[in-house]
């Protein structure tokens, strides 16, 4: 039910993972921009039935870039 917000969203699933831990599944996808990520994890948490959690990233020689 959760992936259907992404399809309703045009947003491509890059990876789904299923996961031992504090997180039963991670779910990997690129949005324009952090805004419209935070949407979609609000619907998803809007249906009741997963916690979500974003975490902005960038690769690693863009940040090394911000550093000099």
Known sequence: ESLEIFTKNHVHVD????TL???DYVAI???ADQNFAFRIASQINAL???DTET???IPYE????LLQ
């Open 48 to 50: 009741g039935v997963l």
């Open 55 to 57: 975490w902005p990233v």
């Open 15 to 18: 990876r789904l993972y299923a």
């Open 62 to 65: 863009e940040f090394s870039q």
């Open 29 to 31: 996808f690129d949005v």
């Open 21 to 23: 831990g504090r997180y």
